[in-house]
């Protein structure tokens, strides 16, 4: 009889009188598991139950064992006695043998997909993702836009078009005319910052329109003008503008009558004294104004830097500290889905700590595939790309400067390849890589305003718009 040692806890989880053990070996007459010595006293005569992970269905079966035998089997290494305690148990039940043997059959066949096939096969067996369409067949972004823009003619949007053209319905004014939202631009590339400059805010918005698929693109011509610009970028510490052109965006915005959001990235340690010189320019900018602005970060030093460093700006919690899962694939995964929807935020004491140490009150989230419960409080949703990947030592610039993107090195200074040049991936993933990041894009709020409009109903009042990436001169494949 084969016995397997120290199987995954995620596929397999042992309880003790309610309290979890750790299963250390396994097989088809019973397992053996260890338990802390403090718990052990009575342990012989405590409920036992194993809970198994199906990974055919995607769930756990609970087996609670009531016919067995258990014995006390010592460490062998004295020195860990101290701490725990081990234990035998010899099963009777012959479902828990079919158990096992399920389990182990299972793990087998992941264990050989995972050594001797590629991702897209074993993802192909294991959830059955369409592994053959896993190729780059575009030369270009240009080219892969073009065939995300036809899909999105197959949405509801493309359904009530005769409608309208009929006069059987009336396009309304705002597309969120029942659940009004603030709208903002999202400026966070060089390129956005030098077109911001050059053109009054009506041209602006009309550029990043023009940028703009399907729902963005409408959202902006109906507002005309956004309520609010975020300037700054959440995922690369060398996109944030240079304080001479922050600053003239800061008096064009100001003027402009336009409400303002700085969005900071996580914070390098060489960065910190030049960081903490800014956020006191910024600051004492404000005080002039008389004025408050918004700043989005990404890492708790840096929140620590504006709480204490700041009196005029206001803390909102940004992608990167706001954990999701997020994935273009992610429809493909087994299980239940609506498990995704929520995440620490909706524990009421965390944002209560949040608000009491940082005076954080705003979340920004982003539209990622599947549907969402925004906790209370204020909440901006990003459309309609999503964050998936971030690396502090950029891929691009890895290819750009040495032809692999594996040889990556911290970057203080940035020429920008990112201007010119993006990672392309599958078409049917709808997702890019950008700078330092990798980015997926929600087809499905960009084709039914109605979604975006549950969001508003559940708690969202704001909605930034993201821009597309350029169409560079040259685009890679992963």
């Known amino acids: 009889m084969m016995v397997v040692l120290m199987v995954p806890f995620g596929l397999l989880a042992g309880f003790a009188g309610g309290r979890e053990v750790r299963i250390t070996e396994l097989d088809e007459t019973g397992f053996c598991f260890r338990i802390r010595k403090k718990d052990s006293a009575n342990i012989a005569s405590e409920e036992l139950k194993v809970c198994f992970y199906d990974i055919e269905n995607s769930g756990y079966r609970e087996l609670e064992i009531s016919e067995y035998d258990i014995q006390r089997c010592d460490a062998a290494d004295t020195d860990l006695q101290e701490f725990y305690v081990k234990y035998k148990v010899n099963v009777k039940e012959k479902e828990y043998a079919k158990a096992v043997q399920r389990l182990l059959y299972q793990y087998n066949r992941y264990i050989h997909l995972k050594l001797e096939e590629d991702d897209s096969t074993l993802a192909e067996s294991m959830t059955g993702y369409s592994g053959e369409r896993d190729v780059v067949k575009c030369r270009s972004l240009e080219e892969q836009m073009k065939i995300w823009q036809e899909e999105l003619k197959t949405g509801p949007e493309r359904e009530r078009k005769p409608l309208l053209e009929a006069g059987l319905v009336r396009e309304s004014r705002s597309l969120l005319k029942n659940a009004p939202m603030e709208l903002a631009l999202e400026i966070d590339c060089p390129e956005l910052y030098q077109a911001y400059l050059r053109s009054s805010l009506t041209d602006f918005s009309e550029i990043f329109a023009e940028k703009s698929m399907g729902i963005c693109s409408s959202l902006i011509r109906n507002r005309q003008v956004p309520d609010r610009l975020y300037i700054g970028n959440q995922f690369c510490h060398l996109l944030f503008p240079g304080k001479e052109l922050l600053f003239q965006m800061l008096e064009k915005a100001a003027a402009e009558q336009v409400k303002i959001t700085l969005v900071f990235s996580y914070i390098r340690e060489y960065m910190l004294d030049q960081v903490q010189v800014l956020l006191e320019e910024i600051d004492h900018w404000c005080e002039r104004r008389q004025t408050c602005i918004e700043a989005v970060v990404n890492d708790w030093g840096m929140a620590d830097l504006v709480k204490n ?101 911290l970057a203080k200074s940035c020429p920008h390849y990112c201007a010119e040049h993006v990672f392309l991936y599958p078409e049917h993933l709808h997702m890019v890589g950008r700078y330092n990041s990798l980015f997926g894009i929600d087809m499905e709020i960009l084709k039914d305003r109605k979604l975006l409009e549950r969001c508003a109903k559940k708690g969202v009042d704001m909605v930034v718009i993201s821009a597309f990436p350029t169409q560079g001169k040259d685009t890679f494949s992963p």
Do not use: M
């Not at 009150?361 to 209370?376: A, H, I, T």
């Not at 459309?383 to 690396?391: E, G, K």
């Open 309 to 409: 460093g700041t009196r005029n700006l206001t803390l909102s919690l940004g992608s990167l500290l706001n954990k999701r899962k997020k994935d273009p694939r992610i429809s493909f995964k087994k299980g239940d889905q609506r498990l995704f929807e929520k995440n620490n935020l909706n524990a009421g004491f965390y944002r209560d700590f949040l608000k009491e140490e940082f005076g954080i009150e705003r979340f920004e989230w982003e539209s990622c595939g599947y549907g969402q419960d925004f906790p209370e409080g204020k909440n901006s949703l990003h459309i309609p790309l999503y964050q998936t990947n971030t690396s502090q030592y950029c891929p691009l610039r890895a290819v750009c400067l040495n032809g692999e993107r594996g040889a990556q090195k």
